[in-house]
């Protein structure tokens, strides 16, 4: 059945390429990249069986934010849902991922921290899905680790870059980061 799955997802985003592309790249391409994405899918798909009880509740979901009069639009990748009700929200990433992004006066990789600062509150968890060839795994921060890859120990990771002693707090100096970065960048900084 997984195998069956997987074969028509790989069949549907290869035939979502405009015709064109398909042509002009060849179907010697094409073949190699239906194998190499129905490898990477197996694997993935092996990470996702490894976690607890959880729902796909959201794919691709448009949300919007204003911060700092700066009006953002955002589409979130994935929002899960555990049995207790809270949620883990997901950015799939294809390159390397580090929760050491979102730290700092300058987080590099604030998409994560903008899908919480959304729905405040909302998110027991934040974490990338990286999925890469032999190095598919969560990585990220929560309240609670709905996934191996996704710490809970918020003091030791933020204690002298964020001083947060717990997730709430963490979630609110972001929202302050992120407010202040709005702020100089609607100023024109």
């Given at each position: 059945?997984q195998?069956?799955t997987i074969?028509?997802?790989?069949?549907?985003a290869i035939?979502?390429v405009?015709y064109?592309r398909?042509?002009?790249?060849?179907?010697?391409?094409w073949?190699l990249?239906?194998?190499?994405?129905?490898s990477?899918?197996?694997?993935?798909?092996a990470?996702?069986?490894?976690r607890?009880?959880?729902s796909?509740?959201?794919?691709e979901?448009d949300i919007s934010?204003?911060?700092?009069?700066l009006h953002i639009?955002?589409?979130?990748d994935?929002?899960?849902?555990?049995p207790d009700?809270?949620?883990m929200?997901?950015?799939?990433k294809?390159?390397?991922?580090?929760?050491?992004?979102?730290?700092?006066d300058?987080?590099?990789?604030p998409?994560?921290l903008?899908?919480a600062?959304?729905?405040?509150?909302?998110?027991?968890?934040l974490?990338?899905a990286?999925?890469?060839?032999?190095?598919?795994?969560?990585?990220?921060?929560?309240?609670?680790?709905?996934?191996?890859?996704?710490?809970t120990d918020?003091?030791?990771?933020a204690?002298s870059r964020?001083?947060?002693?717990d997730?709430?707090?963490?979630?609110?100096?972001?929202?302050?980061?992120?407010e202040?970065?709005?702020t100089?960048?609607?100023a024109g900084e």
């Amino acid at each position: 059945q997984q195998e069956e799955t997987i074969g028509r997802a790989v069949a549907a985003a290869i035939s979502s390429v405009p015709y064109q592309r398909r042509r002009q790249l060849g179907r010697s391409y094409w073949m190699l990249e239906a194998q190499r994405l129905t490898s990477l899918l197996v694997e993935w798909l092996a990470v996702e069986r490894q976690r607890s009880a959880f729902s796909v509740v959201q794919r691709e979901q448009d949300i919007s934010l204003e911060l700092a009069q700066l009006h953002i639009k955002l589409r979130v990748d994935r929002i899960d849902q555990l049995p207790d009700g809270s949620r883990m929200i997901i950015d799939y990433k294809s390159g390397n991922c580090t929760v050491q992004d979102w730290l700092g006066d300058r987080p590099s990789r604030p998409q994560l921290l903008l899908y919480a600062c959304a729905e405040p509150g909302a998110a027991a968890a934040l974490a990338f899905a990286q999925v890469q060839p032999r190095n598919c795994r969560y990585v990220g921060l929560g309240q609670i680790a709905p996934a191996s890859g996704i710490t809970t120990d918020i003091p030791r990771l933020a204690k002298s870059r964020m001083s947060a002693q717990d997730w709430p707090t963490l979630n609110d100096r972001w929202l302050e980061i992120l407010e202040r970065l709005a702020t100089a960048f609607v100023a024109g900084e």
